[in-house]
């Protein structure tokens, strides 16, 4: 076939005007962007990345994805296990579905007892006294354990403290209808994963020196990508759990090592028609007779249910007494509170143990502030990071998912 001159020439033109843009060709073994782990931040950078064009893998360890955003139906209605609070913003419009009312009608309990009107007036004093010595600690020792230097001496002093102790870094806000977790996972749903692969090593000694791909070497075999984003907990980074070359930073290693992961359980136990007896979406904070401090959503948008939250020691505790001991505990702590009755109306239970899962080892994070910035820093020119500690508001599905937006755009930058 022959060309007419004309043609020919425009083409010339053209080509002559317009920069070429090649994008070299990726073996099997080879993506742009290999992301380590597969909760809402790696999810996240996935999914931009794929918007993008970008040949993307996730390398998750669990059979599933999620991270600690993870729904559970195993008792009829969904519970989230993780992740369970979410506040209206682009997060959760990105995620869809409806919010649903959070906590509306409170409860201070100790020794199973709702406190009267003249008991919360002594828990209110109390709960000032706690802050300000807590104020005071902080304003001459920044960084000191209120644990270490303050005892509250009554039952009000310590449910106050205890509060004080254990906040949560998010607010309780509101739910998501079917599930926080399974939403997250819809959000991944066509974002590339491998499950069940374990990242043991990262190799970017080659591309520091002008070479094209990083080595992600796993269980389950050698990936070669062209940039990298880790996406998993602080406490598998700091852990020694995965080995980097060349070695990380000093700086990020100590940073890393000043962020310590959260101990929480939540325990759900569902129970026959008509139980508890109280109202809907109630919030009941106290202690129990044996002391130990308890948070709890009874009846979640109505449902015959209890969702209980211990965090620090006493979600140690139960997580490591064994995968039974969560439901008797909730069992006997709702027992203090709405009679013997309620054990005879017990349905079934189930409960996360974050602390002793081997891919979080905890249930959040937040570090100090001035490590934020460190955390999220590269590793060398294409080994990016992203997580709930590296972004503002850390600690949050916010923080997590922002981190996986902007690892991915740095990645993009990268491979221009």
């Not at 995620?95 to 906590?103: D, F, I, R, V």
């Not at 959000?187 to 080595?215: C, D, H, Y």
């Not at 106290?286 to 939250?309: E, H, K, M, S, Y």
């Amino acid at each position: 076939m022959r060309l007419s001159r004309r043609p020919f020439l425009a083409t010339l033109a053209a080509a002559a005007t317009t920069p070429a843009i090649v994008t070299p060709a990726l073996a099997a073994d080879e993506v742009d962007v290999a992301i380590l782990g597969g909760g809402l931040a790696g999810l996240a950078a996935g999914r931009a990345l794929v918007a993008d064009r970008k040949k993307v893998l996730v390398l998750e360890a669990r059979d599933r994805i999620g991270g600690r955003a993870v729904t559970d139906t195993s008792l009829g209605f969904p519970v989230d296990t993780g992740a369970a609070w979410l506040a209206p913003g682009p997060l959760a419009k990105e995620l869809g579905g409806k919010l649903l009312p959070g906590p509306d009608v409170g409860a201070i309990v100790l020794s199973g007892k709702p406190l009267t009107a003249e008991q919360m007036a002594d828990y209110a004093k109390a709960d000032e006294r706690m802050k300000a010595l807590v104020k005071d600690l902080h304003s001459r020792m920044p960084d000191a354990d209120p644990a270490a230097f303050i005892r509250p001496l009554t039952p009000n002093e310590q449910l106050s403290f205890s509060r004080l102790l254990n906040k949560p870094p998010f607010a309780v806000t509101q739910a998501l209808e079917g599930g926080i977790g399974a939403a997250v996972a819809r959000l991944g749903a066509k974002v590339p994963v491998k499950l069940g692969t374990r990242v043991l090593r990262i190799n970017s000694t080659g591309s520091s020196s002008g070479g094209q791909f990083i080595e992600v070497v796993t269980t389950t075999g050698t990936l070669q990508a062209r940039a990298v984003i880790v996406a998993l907990p602080v406490s598998v980074l700091g852990g020694g759990h995965m080995g980097f070359a060349p070695p990380l930073s000093q700086k990020k290693r100590d940073a890393l090592a000043a962020t310590p992961m959260a101990s929480c359980t939540r325990i759900a136990v569902a129970f026959q028609p008509g139980m508890p007896k109280a109202p809907a979406n109630a919030w009941v904070t106290g202690i129990t007779r044996a002391g130990v401090p308890f948070d709890a959503f009874v009846r979640p948008q109505n449902r015959d249910a209890v969702i209980l939250v211990l965090e620090s020691q006493a979600a140690r505790q139960v997580e490591e007494s064994g995968a039974n001991a969560s439901g008797a505990f909730a069992l006997t702590t709702l027992a203090e509170i709405y009679g013997s009755d309620i054990r005879a109306a017990f349905r079934g239970s189930v409960a996360s143990r974050w602390g002793r899962d081997p891919y979080s080892l905890g249930a959040w994070c937040v570090p100090p502030k001035a490590a934020v910035a460190t955390l999220a820093a590269p590793h060398g020119e294409r080994v990016f990071f992203a997580g709930e500690a590296m972004a503002e508001n850390p600690g949050t599905l916010d923080a997590a998912y922002a981190s996986g937006l902007r690892a991915a755009a740095e990645a993009k930058t990268a491979l221009r």
